[in-house]
């Protein structure tokens, strides 16, 4: 059975930073392009990051970009998500997404997902 949980979400001051992880159990994550999407409270889901399944190749969106940094980690099947130089505007839960279309179809694909974990960016 395909899961995944991130974790590493909390409450930050502006400029701070968290790390968030999505680790995935029954399958391997390695097999995939994972992307990360967000969605702020009153607002639709976005697609912020993707790291390619082949190859590591990252996109951002360029609200993160320079900011945040997707990268994966084969041997703990895991995904992380580092966030640089937290904004307000960053606050909105996050989603780890499992995607069987590469990052090179855009940001906000996603077949699979888990339950996010909440980014709140606030002094």
């Known amino acids: 059975q395909l899961h995944i949980v991130e974790s590493g979400g909390g409450l930050v001051q502006p400029g701070g930073s968290l790390r968030l992880s999505c680790a995935a159990s029954g399958f391997g994550l390695d097999n995939y392009a994972i992307g990360w999407l967000r969605q702020a409270p009153g607002k639709e889901r976005e697609g912020v990051s993707c790291i390619s399944s082949i190859g590591g190749r990252t996109n951002y969106a360029d609200s993160v970009k320079g900011r945040f940094t997707i990268s994966r980690d084969n041997a703990k099947n895991t995904v992380y998500l580092q966030m640089n130089s937290l904004k307000p505007e960053d606050t909105a839960v996050y989603y780890c997404?499992?995607?069987?279309?590469?990052?090179?179809?855009?940001?906000?694909?996603?077949?699979?997902w888990g339950q996010g974990t909440e980014v709140t960016v606030s002094s």
């Open positions: 997404a499992v995607r069987t279309l590469e990052c090179d179809y855009g940001l906000g694909e996603a077949d699979y």
